[in-house]
């Protein structure tokens, strides 16, 4: 028995790195998978339906149930087609999980317009189309008691902020920002929502230069995309309904839980402020709190 038995799931860009590993897992924890990558290049050009389809036959090899499907997540009605992809195919949809992505990187004041709105599209614009219409699926059902589960991909890029990936930052950090929405709308149709922050080598981070890498990682295995997997396996099962609209960490052996944001310090007057009054008491409220003598 698996953790994932009867479960249908989608992974997009599950072709290659991080999202075949997801899939690979879950289809052995027992759940239906459809395999969704376009099959592009790393800068989101071309399409290939070769990877999706290796990891299906893949799965299939070893007695699992998948479906390969080259949808590009960031056309809507492709989307669209996606989700119902899932139902056709294996007659309902339980878990969403978005880890298609692209690069384009460059610092801000050389990118390109086309270079950033490429980026935002296929990760945050991806990511909604997807979860609009599972979520306009699972509000059909109107069940508060389901077990459904979005599980988003951002990045210790946004996290952190990579000095030359404005855009993929910009783009991890919105769906940061779809996640604490979704999981506050979603909860009523039984939906929870959450984001992994990973850390592995796949062809999106051996393409930055060594010297603009946030994180330093060990050994091969270490490395290996299959130490997310279980992560994300975890998050699709039932037995992770207690948690929603939080940020985790899956690097090597290690699972980290991130802090939402939340106010630190705060300074309340009680009269409007001037701004010497108010510039005296950020510097002197704020100012130890950030280093500042």
Do not use: C
């Amino acid at each position: 028995m698996g953790s994932l038995d009867g479960r249908v799931v989608i992974v997009t860009g599950a072709g290659r790195g991080i999202g075949r590993s997801v899939a690979l897992l879950l289809a052995r924890e027992g759940a239906s998978v459809v395999v969704n990558d376009l099959g592009g290049a790393l800068d989101g050009s071309g399409a290939d339906a070769g990877p999706a389809r290796q990891v299906a036959d893949e799965i299939a090899a070893t007695g699992g149930a998948a479906v390969a499907n080259g949808a590009d997540v960031s056309d809507h009605a492709a989307a669209e087609g996606l989700i119902k992809t899932a139902i056709a195919e294996f007659g309902r949809l339980d878990v969403l999980v978005n880890t298609a992505g692209i690069l384009r990187d460059r610092m801000v004041f050389n990118m390109t317009e086309q270079e950033w709105d490429d980026v935002i599209r296929v990760h945050l614009k991806g990511t909604f189309n997807t979860t609009k219409f599972a979520a306009a699926y699972w509000r059909e059902q109107r069940d508060e008691s389901a077990q459904n589960r979005i599980i988003n991909f951002t990045s210790v890029s946004g996290l952190h902020g990579s000095p030359g990936q404005p855009n993929y930052a910009a783009a991890k950090m919105g769906i940061v920002g779809l996640t604490y929405s979704t999981a506050n709308s979603l909860a009523r149709y039984g939906v929870t929502v959450n984001a992994v922050s990973p850390g592995a080598a796949t062809r999106m981070t051996e393409s930055v230069p060594d010297e603009r890498r946030r994180v330093r990682m060990g050994t091969d295995d270490e490395r290996s995309p299959d130490n997310v997997a279980p992560l994300v396996a975890y998050l699709a099962s039932e037995r992770s309904g207690w948690i929603t609209g939080r940020i985790v960490h899956a690097m090597g052996y290690e699972v980290a839980l991130y802090n939402n944001p939340q106010p630190v310090v705060r300074v309340i007057g009680t009269a409007p402020w001037s701004p010497d009054a108010l510039a005296a008491q950020v510097e002197r409220s704020f100012g130890p709190m950030l280093g500042r003598s």
